[in-house]
């Protein structure tokens, strides 16, 4: 079957290298002429996936239409603040009734919608059969072939079923859930909470502030996943729990080293001028205003957006955290 990759970052890059030694017909897209002409000589991505040799078989192109054109399924793997211009854009390419398996975590900013909605709009008249792929996974390791598990989010059981079985081998295991919306919210608000992590750690504060926040950050992601439909249950899986730890802890987590410089006295000005680009930066503004919207009490990021947005002393925003008043777990 031909599998078309939409964004050649480091998972889209890496997704489509695993679907590639799957033995699938395997198309990477990405907008950059110059970076598609390097995977081609070099078999190698060594802009966001460095020191990963790709399978001969990858094929790869800076030409949509070439990557599309006869693909039964396409996985999205654009920033999620540019995943409705980047469908809007391509919509003329894809066929009736798409299979659309979205592998990007955020929330977009202006609209505060997630990425089943954005598709679904952006979209509209495709009828697109819907996915959200979602868990613990850096793009490096799974390219290393260590082994990894994720999770499919899919009400479609027979859609599930089918893209379950053609990304799994002996290093990659797949899972289903029909409740793809706790899927697609727990991999963007987990980027939050890892930002926090980071500052905690920056701080120097220790095993047991970044213990309490996954934890207490599992709670505010339920709460609004809840709020918006999701099954509660689902932030305690892949893609809640686990994708949080792995963010939390992992130095390979780009929003932990983010929360991290932050700690450690850098502006997000002088972040930002590194090209450490973290989807938990937006994310974590878009998440606060639809916590507001919602009214959905998230104490752990709107102090991560005061840090960000307010340019809130991280210390002040850990007192403030800790002194508020006291209730029951």
Same mark, same amino acid.
């Given at each position: 079957?031909?599998?078309?990759?939409?964004?050649?970052? *480091?998972?889209?890059?890496?997704? *489509?290298?695993? #679907?590639?030694?799957?033995?699938?017909?395997?198309?990477?897209?990405?907008?950059?002429? %110059?970076?598609?002409?390097?995977?081609?000589?070099?078999?190698?991505?060594?802009?966001?996936?460095?020191?990963?040799?790709?399978?001969?078989?990858?094929?790869?192109?800076?030409?949509?239409?070439?990557?599309?054109?006869?693909?039964?399924?396409?996985?999205?793997?654009?920033?999620?603040?540019?995943?409705?211009?980047?469908?809007?854009?391509?919509?003329? #390419?894809?066929?009736?009734?798409?299979?659309?398996?979205?592998a990007s975590k955020g929330i977009e900013?202006?609209?505060?919608?997630?990425?089943?909605?954005?598709?679904?709009?952006?979209? !509209?008249?495709?009828?697109?059969?819907? @996915?959200?792929?979602?868990?613990?996974?850096?793009?490096?390791? #799974?390219?290393?072939?260590?082994?990894?598990?994720?999770?499919? @989010?899919? !009400?479609?059981?027979?859609? @599930?079923?089918?893209?379950?079985?053609?990304?799994?081998?002996?290093?990659?295991?797949?899972?289903?859930?029909?409740? /793809?919306?706790?899927?697609?919210?727990?991999?963007?608000?987990?980027?939050?909470?890892?930002?926090?992590?980071?500052? *905690?750690?920056?701080?120097? /504060?220790?095993?047991?502030?970044?213990?309490?926040?996954?934890?207490?950050?599992?709670?505010?992601?339920?709460?609004?996943?809840?709020?918006?439909?999701?099954?509660?249950?689902? /932030?305690?899986?892949?893609?809640?729990l686990g994708d949080l730890i792995l963010?939390?802890?992992?130095?390979?987590?780009?929003?932990?080293?983010?929360?991290?410089?932050?700690?450690?006295? #850098?502006?997000?000005?002088?972040?930002?001028?590194?090209?450490?680009?973290?989807?938990?930066?937006?994310?974590? %503004?878009?998440?606060?205003?639809?916590?507001?919207?919602?009214?959905?009490?998230?104490?752990?990021?709107?102090?991560?957006?005061?840090?960000?947005?307010?340019?809130?002393?991280?210390?002040?925003?850990?007192?403030?955290?800790?002194?508020?008043?006291?209730?029951?777990?």
């Amino acid at each position: 079957m031909k599998i078309a990759v939409i964004g050649a970052g *480091a998972w889209g890059t890496a997704l *489509a290298n695993t #679907l590639a030694r799957n033995n699938h017909d395997a198309s990477l897209w990405g907008r950059s002429a %110059e970076l598609i002409d390097e995977i081609k000589k070099t078999g190698r991505n060594t802009i966001y996936l460095p020191n990963c040799d790709l399978s001969k078989k990858l094929k790869c192109d800076c030409d949509p239409a070439k990557v599309m054109d006869g693909a039964e399924y396409f996985i999205l793997v654009v920033p999620s603040q540019f995943m409705r211009s980047s469908l809007i854009s391509l919509k003329h #390419l894809f066929p009736k009734n798409p299979a659309i398996i979205c592998a990007s975590k955020g929330i977009e900013l202006n609209s505060g919608a997630p990425m089943s909605q954005v598709i679904e709009e952006a979209l !509209e008249g495709l009828n697109p059969r819907y @996915g959200h792929l979602s868990g613990p996974t850096f793009a490096y390791e #799974l390219s290393a072939q260590k082994p990894t598990s994720i999770v499919l @989010g899919c !009400e479609d059981e027979e859609l @599930g079923k089918e893209v379950q079985a053609f990304f799994a081998n002996n290093y990659l295991r797949v899972y289903t859930n029909p409740d /793809f919306r706790g899927v697609e919210l727990g991999g963007a608000i987990k980027n939050v909470m890892a930002i926090a992590a980071g500052i *905690a750690d920056g701080l120097n /504060f220790g095993n047991n502030a970044r213990a309490a926040l996954i934890t207490r950050g599992i709670t505010e992601m339920s709460r609004l996943g809840v709020a918006m439909g999701a099954n509660p249950a689902t /932030f305690m899986g892949l893609s809640g729990l686990g994708d949080l730890i792995l963010t939390c802890t992992g130095d390979l987590s780009r929003n932990r080293q983010v929360g991290l410089k932050l700690g450690q006295g #850098l502006k997000l000005s002088e972040i930002l001028k590194m090209r450490m680009v973290a989807e938990g930066v937006k994310t974590a %503004e878009s998440v606060h205003t639809l916590a507001k919207k919602l009214g959905v009490e998230m104490p752990i990021t709107e102090q991560v957006y005061k840090i960000l947005y307010k340019d809130k002393d991280p210390d002040k925003a850990v007192c403030d955290l800790m002194e508020r008043d006291l209730k029951p777990e």
